[in-house]
C-alpha cells in the first residue's frame, strides 16, 4: 500500500489558516473515516491531533480541524501559532488491512 | 499512560535484534498496540500492530518488513515486542510503541527506541 500524498511544506505567517492535504484513494481514506493526524516536534514523541477525520482529543486547540471529501482529507490550522511549527502526518489506520501515513507536511511560520 | 521502549542499540546487516514497550496507565489487556518507525530524514512509517488477546491477538505487518519482523505481546507483564529479524540498513530508525485508544487512532506515543544497522 502506497503512502498517503502530503505537501511536503505549507508555510503562514502568525494569526493566518492553512490547510494541509491528505490525498488518497478508494482503497484507504474513500472508504474509511478512520483518518487521523499527528503533530510531531523532531526529537519527541508524535502527538495525536485529529481522530476519526474531525474529532479533537481533549487538550488539543480548537484551532486545529480535520474534514474529509471523497478521497482527500484535509487538516486546517486557523490562527497559526509558533508552537504549531512542526511536521504533521496524517494515517489511513484502519481496521483489518494495512495501515498508512502519508509522506508528511513540514508547517513554517513566517 | 506511559510507554518506554527499550533495547535499541547498533546491529550488523543480517542481525536480529528485539525490542520491548512497557506499557502503565491504561487497560493493557484490552489495548491494541502498534510500533511506528522513522528512519533519519524520513517521515513515519507504520511497521505493524497486534489486536488485544479478545480480539483475536491478530497482527498485520508493512509490506517491507513482512515475514521478519513480528509482533508479540505478554498480558501478565504489560509487554509488547518487535523481533526483527534480517535487518538491513532500510531499517535503521527510531521506533515508536503506540497504544490504539479508544478514539481508533495512535493515541499515546512512548518517546521511541534507536536501531542502527550499519556493519
Known amino acids: 500500500q502506497s503512502a498517503l500524498t502530503q505537501p511536503a511544506s505549507v508555510s503562514g505567517s502568525p494569526g493566518q489558516s492553512i490547510t494541509i492535504s491528505c490525498t488518497g484513494t478508494?482503497?484507504?481514506?474513500?472508504?474509511?473515516?478512520?483518518i487521523s493526524w499527528y503533530q510531531h516536534h523532531p526529537g519527541k514523541a508524535p502527538k495525536l491531533m485529529i481522530f476519526?477525520?474531525?474529532n479533537r482529543p481533549s487538550g488539543v486547540s480548537f484551532r486545529f480541524s480535520g474534514s474529509k471529501s471523497g478521497n482527500m482529507a484535509s487538516l486546517t490550522i486557523s490562527g497559526l501559532q509558533a508552537e504549531d511549527e512542526a511536521d504533521y502526518y496524517c494515517?489511513?489506520?484502519?481496521?483489518?488491512?494495512?495501515?498508512?501515513f502519508g509522506g508528511g507536511t513540514r508547517v513554517t511560520v513566517l | 499512560v506511559q510507554l518506554v521502549e527499550s533495547g535499541g542499540g547498533l546491529v550488523k546487516p543480517g542481525g536480529s535484534l528485539r525490542l520491548s514497550c512497557a506499557a502503565s496507565?491504561?487497560?493493557?489487556?484490552?489495548?491494541?498496540m502498534s510500533w511506528v518507525r522513522q528512519a533519519p530524514g524520513k517521515g513515519l512509517e507504520w511497521v505493524g500492530r497486534?489486536?488485544?488477546?479478545?480480539?483475536?491477538?491478530?497482527?498485520e505487518y508493512t509490506a517491507s518488513v513482512k515475514g521478519r519482523f513480528s509482533i508479540s505481546r505478554d498480558d501478565s507483564r504489560n509487554m509488547i515486542y518487535l523481533q526483527m529479524n534480517s535487518l538491513n540498513a532500510e531499517d535503521t530508525a527510531v521506533y515508536f510503541c503506540?497504544?490504539?485508544?479508544?478514539?481508533?487512532?495512535?493515541?499515546?506515543w512512548g518517546q521511541g527506541s534507536l536501531v542502527t544497522v550499519s556493519s
Open positions: 476519526k477525520v474531525t
Open positions: 503506540t497504544w490504539v485508544g479508544s478514539t481508533m487512532a495512535l493515541d499515546y
Open positions: 497486534i489486536y488485544s488477546k479478545g480480539s483475536g491477538e491478530t497482527t
Open positions: 496507565g491504561f487497560k493493557f489487556t484490552d489495548a491494541w
Open positions: 478508494s482503497s484507504d481514506i474513500g472508504t474509511n473515516d478512520l
Open positions: 494515517c489511513s489506520c484502519a481496521g483489518e488491512s494495512t495501515w498508512v
